[in-house]
């Protein structure tokens, strides 16, 4: 017979509480009570959350498919939960149905320049100014996400290059699209072009992000680092 703990959560060390557990060593880590236990919010007297959530899976033989069944009134029955818990509960598994039977979306694949100019010919039509913009790819060069970084005048636009690959690393990126748009339609990198496309691609070396292109978008087309031989 399994015991209960005995003591609030909060008296715990904070390895074993479970929103410290899954904050600093992730979802995976916590068992199916602890999670229950999150959701349960606090336990009774001489019963923690975690206590309350072996109870409930007792109740449905560890089975979270029953679990998922259970009624407002039939998950009420455990003792230290009521109405507004058990519809806490009845909602995230409602989310996991959901997710469950929601086809996953995959993201694009970019391996040329043809379908990097694809991907963010929108974000530069008509614009008038100069934008600059980063995809974020996976190992697969699949795209992670697309953001501008900075927003400049007629000529030019300041790039922090700190900024673009903290943001690579939040994101877990293995490859990095760079684009800007020339609104003069000159389609020719400029020299600070050229200079900021070096030390990007000698950072991404660094922290082992690849630059797989740099794109200079004009109306009527693009100039390509990759085709051209400019990122060696």
Not at 187 to 199: A, F, Q, R
Request: glycine share 6%; with cysteine.
């Amino acid at each position: 017979m399994e015991l209960l703990s005995t003591g609030s959560i909060k008296y715990w060390s904070e390895d074993d509480r479970p929103r410290e557990k899954l904050m600093n060593k992730g979802r995976h880590s916590l068992s199916n009570a602890e999670l229950l236990a999150i959701l349960i919010g606090s336990g009774l007297k001489g019963q923690s959350a975690v206590d309350v959530g072996k109870v409930l899976l007792k109740q449905v033989d560890n089975d979270l498919h029953k679990l998922s069944k259970l009624t407002i009134e039939e998950i009420c029955e455990v003792k230290g939960l009521g109405p507004a818990r058990a519809i806490t509960l009845i909602a995230a598994m409602e989310l996991g149905r959901r997710r469950k039977n929601q086809e996953v979306v995959m993201q694009p694949k970019i391996n040329s320049s043809k379908l990097a100019y694809d991907h963010l010919a929108s974000v530069f039509m008509d614009l008038s100014h100069e934008e600059f913009w980063v995809v974020y790819l996976s190992n697969a060069n699949r795209v992670i996400q697309k953001k501008r970084l900075s927003t400049g005048g007629l000529t030019g636009t300041v790039v922090d290059i700190r900024l673009l690959f903290n943001e690579a690393i939040q994101k877990k990126a293995a490859a990095i699209i760079v684009a800007h748009n020339h609104p003069s339609g000159q389609k020719k990198p400029s020299d600070n072009d050229i200079v900021l496309t070096k030390k990007i691609s000698q950072a991404g070396e660094l922290l082992n992000i690849r630059l797989v292109d740099h794109l200079i978008y004009v109306e009527d087309g693009y100039y390509s680092f990759a085709d051209e031989g400019m990122l060696s």
